[in-house]
């Protein structure tokens, strides 16, 4: 069976072509006719699946066939990665058409994504929250009446990051009139509740299926105590059992310390969390993906959506506590067809969480041990530092700095006084025009005022 045979206009199975996409996966073959005959769907899909095409596609054909210029379509997801890597998908599947996507997530200027509400943008790509942000400006740009199509991707996942408030939000400022597709990985009672209310006499795909991970991907445990982790995965590396690979942590703080510990051993390594900016979550990525960086640490919040070519390992660090979001994190290597490996390290801690896993998707996972590693030894360091030990530093630290500005302070004002001069803070008086044409504040200003200039 392939794209030819799902009734999309030709442009669009080009598209498919052009992605070396030889076949529908079975997602693709059961959402694409049901979605392209304008009914509601309510799919279970996990990431790997080709779910993003499996909606993309239906969506782009219905807006080629009769065109207008207005935005037709929103599809809402949980993280601003994933949001970025289906408009990615659409810049690239619509590529033989003149629709256009943009995609809104925060953590970036308003400015260029107002300009895209503006423009009528055909399909916008957007998380809940900066969509709200948008929807509540004073300048009222963001027009939703003639939206035809809903789409929420991984809905379960907004529904954890707490964002159930604003889809309805949403739901509430868009026409009731439209086709709704609702992509969810797992169907928890709240879900089957939220999808009832949304969608009407939708077509199910999947539902009773249970998550397991893609077939590819080879599974694997490495037992080792809590504090030989970083060793073991260091020594991993070195040996290279482990080629490039996104090693997920619990916390921000872990994927901290991990990110130091490869750095100290020359390890080419970038981090990825929800303390970064956008900007530096960007260049983490972008350096992974051009093979810069070797590893990429990274907690849970960039588990999905983050679509690397040829990927192959991904470590779980810690085992995750929920066994859908060990399936998610694996999901990042042998998606679709390719293959892969999914590590985790296991302590014996965390023995309990793993039952849990392996139950989960049906089998136990083979443990495997590192020859030559010294299973028993020292740390070095210790690998956490508790929290209140941390916070205690901090105090220390910034305590420290208060004693250094006062000492600082008193030795200035100690030498002025000793020059019989002002204290250095005051200007003469009259000084307006005088002090600005000192060359360090003239230079300052005129970089300032040229800037105001340049945008009038
Ligand atoms: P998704 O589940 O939408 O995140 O897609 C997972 C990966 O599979 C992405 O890298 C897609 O580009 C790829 N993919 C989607 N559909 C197909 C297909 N029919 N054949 C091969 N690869 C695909």
Same mark, same amino acid.
């Given at each position: 069976? *392939?794209?030819?045979?799902?009734?999309?206009?030709?442009?669009?199975?080009? #598209?498919?072509?052009?992605?070396?996409?030889?076949?529908?996966?079975?997602?693709? !073959?059961?959402?694409?006719?049901?979605?392209?005959?304008?009914?509601?769907?309510?799919?279970?899909?996990?990431? @790997? =699946?080709?779910?993003?095409?499996?909606?993309? $596609?239906? !969506? !782009?054909?219905?807006?080629?066939?009769?065109?207008?210029? #207005?935005?037709?379509?929103?599809?809402?997801?949980?993280?601003?990665? $994933?949001?970025?890597?289906?408009? #990615?998908?659409?810049?690239?599947?619509?590529?033989?058409?003149?629709?256009?996507?943009?995609?809104?997530?925060?953590?970036?200027?308003?400015?260029?994504? %107002?300009?895209?509400?503006?423009?009528?943008?055909?399909?916008?790509?957007?998380?809940?929250?900066?969509?709200?942000?948008?929807?509540?400006?004073?300048?009222?740009?963001?027009?939703?009446?003639? +939206? %035809?199509?809903?789409?929420?991707?991984?809905?379960?996942?907004?529904?954890?990051?707490?964002?159930?408030?604003?889809?309805?939000?949403?739901?509430?400022? /868009?026409?009731?009139?439209?086709?709704?597709?609702?992509?969810?990985?797992?169907?928890?009672?709240?879900?089957?509740?939220?999808?009832?209310?949304? +969608?009407?006499?939708?077509?199910?795909?999947?539902?009773?299926?249970?998550?397991?991970?893609?077939?590819?991907?080879?599974q694997a445990l490495w037992p080792v105590k809590e504090s030989l982790k970083a060793d073991l995965f260091l020594a991993l590396l070195r040996a290279d059992v482990i080629g490039?690979v996104i090693c997920f942590t619990r916390t921000k703080h872990r994927a901290n310390r991990l990110s130091d510990v490869l750095t100290r051993a020359g390890m080419?390594n970038?981090k990825?969390h929800?303390?970064?900016?956008?900007?530096?979550?960007?260049?983490?990525?972008?350096?992974?993906?051009?093979?810069?960086?070797r590893v990429l640490v990274a907690t849970d /919040?960039?588990a999905?959506?983050?679509?690397?070519?040829?990927?192959?390992h991904v470590v779980n660090f810690d085992v995750p506590h929920?066994?859908?979001d060990y399936?998610?994190r694996v999901?990042?290597?042998?998606?679709? %067809?390719?293959?892969?490996e999914a590590f985790t390290l296991v302590s014996p801690e965390e023995e309990n969480d793993l039952r &849990?896993i392996?139950?989960?998707? @049906?089998?136990?996972l083979p443990r495997r041990t590192l020859e030559g590693f010294d299973y028993n030894h020292r740390p070095v360091e210790r690998f956490e530092v508790p929290i209140?030990e941390r916070?205690?530093?901090?105090?220390?630290?910034?305590? %420290?700095?208060?004693?250094?500005?006062?000492?600082?302070?008193?030795?200035?004002?100690? &030498?002025? *006084?000793?020059? @019989?001069?002002?204290?250095?803070? =005051?200007?003469?008086?009259?000084?307006?025009?005088?002090?600005?044409?000192?060359? *360090?504040?003239?230079?300052?200003?005129?970089?300032?005022?040229?800037?105001?200039?340049?945008?009038?």
């Amino acid at each position: 069976m *392939s794209f030819d045979t799902l009734g999309l206009a030709a442009p669009l199975v080009r #598209a498919t072509v052009d992605l070396g996409w030889t076949k529908p996966t079975p997602i693709q !073959l059961d959402a694409i006719p049901a979605a392209r005959d304008g009914r509601d769907l309510l799919a279970c899909a996990m990431t @790997g =699946s080709g779910k993003t095409g499996a909606f993309l $596609l239906p !969506l !782009l054909h219905r807006l080629m066939d009769h065109p207008t210029r #207005a935005t037709r379509a929103l599809v809402l997801t949980p993280t601003r990665e $994933l949001a970025a890597q289906v408009h #990615a998908d659409l810049v690239a599947l619509a590529k033989h058409t003149k629709l256009s996507g943009a995609a809104i997530f925060g953590g970036v200027g308003m400015g260029p994504q %107002e300009a895209a509400f503006r423009k009528h943008t055909d399909v916008i790509i957007a998380t809940p929250g900066r969509l709200l942000d948008h929807m509540g400006q004073p300048g009222k740009y963001v027009d939703f009446s003639a +939206l %035809e199509v809903l789409i929420l991707d991984e809905a379960d996942r907004m529904l954890d990051m707490g964002f159930l408030p604003a889809i309805k939000q949403v739901l509430r400022q /868009i026409p009731t009139k439209r086709q709704t597709l609702f992509f969810s990985a797992t169907l928890p009672p709240p879900i089957v509740e939220l999808s009832k209310s949304m +969608l009407k006499d939708p077509v199910r795909f999947n539902v009773e299926r249970v998550s397991k991970p893609a077939a590819g991907i080879e599974q694997a445990l490495w037992p080792v105590k809590e504090s030989l982790k970083a060793d073991l995965f260091l020594a991993l590396l070195r040996a290279d059992v482990i080629g490039n690979v996104i090693c997920f942590t619990r916390t921000k703080h872990r994927a901290n310390r991990l990110s130091d510990v490869l750095t100290r051993a020359g390890m080419p390594n970038a981090k990825i969390h929800g303390n970064r900016s956008q900007a530096q979550r960007t260049e983490a990525l972008a350096g992974f993906k051009s093979g810069k960086v070797r590893v990429l640490v990274a907690t849970d /919040i960039v588990a999905r959506g983050i679509d690397v070519e040829a990927l192959e390992h991904v470590v779980n660090f810690d085992v995750p506590h929920l066994p859908e979001d060990y399936i998610h994190r694996v999901g990042r290597t042998a998606r679709a %067809e390719a293959t892969g490996e999914a590590f985790t390290l296991v302590s014996p801690e965390e023995e309990n969480d793993l039952r &849990a896993i392996e139950k989960s998707i @049906g089998r136990k996972l083979p443990r495997r041990t590192l020859e030559g590693f010294d299973y028993n030894h020292r740390p070095v360091e210790r690998f956490e530092v508790p929290i209140a030990e941390r916070i205690a530093a901090i105090r220390a630290k910034k305590a %420290e700095d208060r004693a250094r500005a006062k000492a600082k302070l008193e030795r200035k004002a100690a &030498a002025e *006084s000793q020059r @019989g001069g002002k204290p250095s803070g =005051s200007r003469p008086s009259g000084s307006g025009p005088v002090a600005g044409s000192r060359p *360090s504040s003239s230079s300052a200003k005129g970089r300032r005022f040229g800037g105001r200039r340049g945008r009038s």
